[in-house]
């Protein structure tokens, strides 16, 4: 009898063993599971809402094709929709025209940020203030300065000073970052732009003042270009977050520039329901016609922002000869086919350089060495390799 007594209380004690074992072990696996999920969350706050996941989420659903397709069709649309405004609806105010694109883009962002759907910036010493501040101003004059350009010119001679900004561009990168273009790049734009000059030259009616302002608004437009690219590219700035710090900004120097460039007379505009309709549209394209220049340039470069708007005016004049049946003439359109040709052999040259470059940076992987020791270090050693391979 005792002997049986003694057998069971063995018994006890390795059935309550194997219990708080499988209870250890319960207890690992759910803090690993636990672990697991803080890590899973922890990866996604660092995605969403820190500047540097952000900027990576921007990377990956907006590459190079969608953001210069994104940013055609809304160039197409705000063109047709800004001659309606300034040519049936009479609203002749270009500065003021821009600022409501601004104040609308801006009223847009701040919902946005009450939404929580803003990216966040990035910290504030990575990026001078003063880089802000001489964005937001500069993007006041070239779009206002833009505007108004196209209100005291045609658009051919629009179109002339446009190319200007091409070596412009290219200049001041090299003054500012030493950034050098190669030969048959410069060739091809050389083509690009000789295309653009021929496929306009018939619509050059311009007076003293709209040639100043055309003059004048080259530079602005080249310096916003370079600052929107390099910021995005290099400090972890996306587009709609640069929008927000320097849209205010902008807003304020718009408002300097109104007694200035606009005529007097928008208080006594006609303010009827189908005016205020169709100048809010051309608002809410003007916002969709920033944040995808935005994100274009932020996705290629200045350069190529510029080509794609020459690429815009040749497709129009081509449309409207094959789909309007219009006749521009046969020197217009043989120059915007020279011009395609060349942009097509200039984004040629940019894929080869962008696909060699991301070959560079690719590291090369040394296969790690299998290691036989007991069944738990042929696992460990299995895990290794199956991370590095990631």
Not at 5 to 31: F, P, Q
Not at 294 to 303: I, V
Request: glycine content about 6%; hydrophobic content about 50%.
């Amino acid at each position: 009898m005792q002997l049986l007594s003694v057998g069971m209380g063995l018994l006890d004690c390795l059935l309550s063993a194997e219990a708080r074992k499988s209870i250890k072990r319960k207890d690992s696996d759910a803090g690993e599971a636990g672990k697991a999920l803080e890590e899973l969350r922890g990866s996604l706050y660092n995605e969403l809402r820190t500047s540097e996941g952000a900027k990576r989420q921007q990377q990956q659903f907006c590459g190079p094709v969608v953001a210069m397709s994104f940013n055609f069709f809304v160039a197409v649309a705000i063109i047709l929709t800004n001659k309606l405004v300034m040519g049936r609806v009479g609203f002749n105010f270009p500065i003021f025209l821009t600022l409501i694109h601004y104040t609308v883009g801006w009223l847009l962002l701040a919902f946005f940020k009450a939404l929580s759907w803003l990216p966040v910036s990035p910290p504030s010493k990575t990026t001078p203030s003063s880089a802000i501040f001489s964005l937001g101003a500069i993007m006041a004059f070239a779009s206002g300065l833009a505007n108004t350009s196209l209100k005291y010119n045609s658009v051919g001679f629009y179109q002339m000073a446009k190319i200007a900004v091409t070596p412009t561009i290219v200049l001041a990168e090299f003054v500012l970052f030493r950034k050098t273009v190669s030969f048959k790049k410069v060739l091809a734009l050389a083509v690009v732009s000789a295309g653009v000059a021929v496929a306009t030259v018939t619509d050059l009616e311009f007076n003293a003042f709209g040639a100043c302002i055309a003059i004048a608004w080259i530079l602005p437009s080249a310096i916003n270009k370079i600052l929107w690219s390099n910021l995005q590219q290099q400090a972890n700035w996306t587009a709609l977050a640069l929008m927000w710090k320097t849209t205010p900004i902008t807003i304020f120097f718009l408002v300097a520039l109104m007694p200035w460039l606009d005529p007097p007379g928008v208080v006594s505009f006609k303010w009827n329901i189908n005016n205020v309709t169709t100048i809010l549209i051309s608002a809410l394209l003007g916002f969709l016609l920033q944040w995808s220049g935005a994100l274009a340039l932020g996705a290629t470069s200045a350069t190529s922002h510029v080509v794609l708007g020459q690429f815009k005016t040749c497709v129009i004049l081509l449309g409207g000869y094959l789909l309007l049946d219009s006749d521009p003439g046969l020197a217009s359109l043989s120059g915007a086919v020279v011009a395609l040709a060349g942009m097509s052999v200039y984004t040629s040259f940019n894929l080869k350089e962008s696909k060699e470059g991301s070959n560079k940076q690719i590291p090369m992987q040394n296969p790690v060495p299998k290691t036989k020791t007991s069944e738990n270090g042929s696992e460990c050693s299995t895990v290794i390799n199956t991370t590095n391979e990631v």
